[in-house]
């Protein structure tokens, strides 16, 4: 369909590296459930509801700190559990920010480029 050269690799490179995001979208999938234990495991439903409030907004883990008195459980092994956890999901999901997310972005926006120059878009 397309005779421009550089336009054939870079719908190339765009396959694979979507391929990669999507393999990567696979593996985050696997967290949910251990998410899901830890929330059913740590807050009652109130304080759930309040935790989400906060965290679409302007927050951060730190502010849980405060907090802890609330929580189903007094178990600190459990709690440091889902600290940790917490902090290997953000660190994890900075590492996909910067090895999938913006790689993808940045071929798709020079694919979008080429077709705009090949095809005459504005």
Known sequence: ????????????DYDNVIR??????EIELTYVPSSVEFYMGLF???LLMEYRSKFHG?????SLDTELKNLITKDTVY???????CYLR???W???????INPTLAIARELIDIIKKEYHFE
Request: no cysteine.
């Open 1 to 12: 369909y397309f005779r421009n050269l550089k336009l054939k690799e870079k719908i190339s």
């Open 20 to 25: 990669t995001f999507m393999l990567r979208q």
């Open 44 to 46: 009652n439903y109130d």
């Open 58 to 62: 302007p927050s951060s883990l730190d």
């Open 79 to 85: 709690i440091n559990r889902f600290l940790n956890f």
């Open 90 to 92: 953000k660190s994890n």
């Open 94 to 100: 900075e590492q996909r920010i910067r090895a999938n």
